[in-house]
T-cell receptor, first 111, second 114 residues
Framework: GQQLNQSPQSMFIQEGEDVSMNCTSS?????WLWYKQDPGEGPVLLIA?????ELTSNGRLTAQFGITRKDSFLNISASIPSDVGIYFC???????????FGKGTKLSVKP | ETGVTQSPTHLIKTRGQQVTLRCSSQ?????VSWYQQALGQGPQFIFQ???????GRGNFPPRFSGLQFPNYSSELNVNALELDDSALYLC?????????????FGPGTRLTVT
């Protein structure tokens, strides 16, 4: 099935560092979502974006809906050990319907 | 407010058998979507149910079928299990009637086919 191009695949960072990851598509999306998944758990919604150019924050997390509507970015500032996990981007073409996911970015944080 | 729940947590089946997975949607949500997540991959859309009708389907064969009940809970049925069906099965609920709101996921059911 189709998946979005998400990068990087994995990151090893020091506690306190900032993190950036992104997601691209060859198709236009109307909605971009960012989820975090811990081992053995379902994905947890972090941020939802609905307008091209939109910049939305949730605590130390900031995400942007790309102007071309074909990409999105997630930044985490001042990382802490509990940020460890796999981050997924997901896009939706219409105003409703299924989500298309990236393969995930695995984040490891060294204390 | 009750979140999305799924049962069972883990399941081991033999190739050729049939399996039924269950999902209770979040309070106030009337749309349920099912996803398959293979190891190391992102979730893949199976199908969505709204008002007890299938409302969209991904690239999965007919042996994957589902139901939604009047209380918005849902079942995923898989017949003639294959080894490649081993995966985490995720249920997500949303409230806009046609999946337009954000989708909230349950913890998943880990299915192993031997």
């Amino acid at each position: 099935g189709q998946q979005l191009n998400q990068s990087p695949q994995s990151m090893f960072i020091q506690e306190g560092e900032d993190v950036s990851m992104n997601c691209t598509s060859s198709s236009i999306f109307n909605t971009w979502l960012w989820y975090k998944q811990d081992p053995g758990e379902g994905p947890v919604l972090l941020i939802a974006l609905y307008k091209a150019g939109e910049l939305t924050s949730n605590g130390r997390l900031t995400a942007q809906f790309g102007i071309t509507r074909k990409d999105s970015f997630l930044n985490i500032s001042a990382s802490i050990p509990s940020d460890v996990g796999i981050y997924f981007c997901a896009g939706r073409r219409g105003d409703w319907g299924n989500l298309i996911f990236g393969k995930g970015t695995k984040l490891s944080v060294k204390p | 407010e009750t979140g999305v729940t799924q049962s069972p947590t883990h399941l081991i089946k033999t190739r050729g058998q049939q399996v039924t997975l269950r999902c209770s949607s979040q309070s106030g949500h009337n749309t349920v979507s099912w996803y398959q997540q293979a190891l190391g991959q992102g979730p893949q859309f199976i199908f969505q149910y709204y008002r007890e009708e299938e409302n969209g389907r991904g690239n999965f064969p007919p042996r994957f079928s589902g139901l939604q009940f009047p209380n918005y809970s849902s079942e995923l049925n898989v017949n003639a299990l294959e080894l490649d069906d081993s995966a985490l099965y995720l249920c997500a609920s949303s409230g806009a009637g046609t999946g337009g709101d954000e989708q909230y996921f349950g913890p998943g059911t880990r299915l192993t086919v031997t």
